[in-house]
């Protein structure tokens, strides 16, 4: 099973929302990855957590929080986020220092 | 910091003809990747090379990796419009070997 599974598919919020993205793989994976991806560029990478700890911040803004409550699960936390977050966040995974596996992505629009 | 340029961005080809993307690292780089991201999609790994001079064929696609291990390409013969997407290619580094960095992509489309 090669999958990363990434929930929803989705989201319209507004500024003031909190929501959650949620992604998911059984690879046994250790690494996990969040990404965010404008239209026409590559993924620009946003945190990465090995052995469910934060190891990559990439200098996020503090509205995006990740999590890793366990070795299979990853969720991304959006608060007050603005029209220019819009774009596909898209969660990976891998084994550490090897190829990284995409999920499908969540297609965010902030209003 | 690292960079992996990539060339060309965009390519339009009829059916049948072949396509080619290079990507060129400033520096040296442990392997590289190639993925591909179809329109909508999410990008979906297609291959990792990692010696020097390395070929790997995947049915029409060639991937090659430079002598010097900082340079790739990828080769597709006869084009068919499944092929359309864009094509990334990525590398290990910028400070860490749990970063990629990807290069900017070749989108490719094909007209039946």
């Known amino acids: 099973d090669t999958e990363v599974t990434q929930t929803p598919k989705h989201l319209v919020m507004g500024m003031t929302n909190k929501k959650s993205l949620k992604c998911e793989q059984h690879?046994?994976?250790?690494?996990m990855y969040w990404y965010k991806q404008k239209a026409k560029k590559p993924p620009e990478l946003m945190f990465v957590?090995?052995?469910?700890?934060?190891?990559i911040n990439e200098s996020v803004p503090s509205r995006f929080s990740p999590e890793c409550p366990n070795s299979s699960l990853l969720n991304l936390h959006l608060h007050a986020l603005q029209p220019e977050d819009s774009a596909l966040y898209l969660c990976?995974?891998?084994?550490?220092?090897?190829?990284?596996?995409f999920g499908p992505g969540t297609r965010l629009t902030v209003l | 910091g690292q960079q992996v340029m990539q060339i060309p961005q965009y390519q339009h080809v009829q059916e049948g003809e072949d396509f080619t993307t290079y990507c060129n690292s400033s520096?040296?780089?442990?392997?590289i990747q190639w993925y591909k991201q179809r329109p909508g999609g999410h990008p979906v790994f297609l291959i990792q090379?990692?010696?020097?001079?390395e070929v790997k064929k995947q049915k029409r696609l060639t991937f090659q990796f430079g002598e010097a291990k900082k340079n790739s390409s990828l080769h597709i013969t006869a084009t068919q419009t499944t092929d359309v997407g864009t094509y990334f290619c990525?590398?290990?580094?910028?400070?860490?070997?749990?970063?990629?960095?990807f290069g900017k992509g070749t989108l490719l489309t094909v007209n039946p």
């Open positions: 990976a995974s891998s084994h550490p220092l090897d190829t990284q596996y």
């Open positions: 690879m046994g994976h250790r690494a």
């Open positions: 957590y090995s052995y469910e700890k934060l190891s």
């Open positions: 520096t040296t780089l442990s392997n």
């Open positions: 090379l990692v010696k020097s001079g």
């Open positions: 990525a590398g290990p580094g910028g400070g860490s070997n749990y970063k990629l960095t």
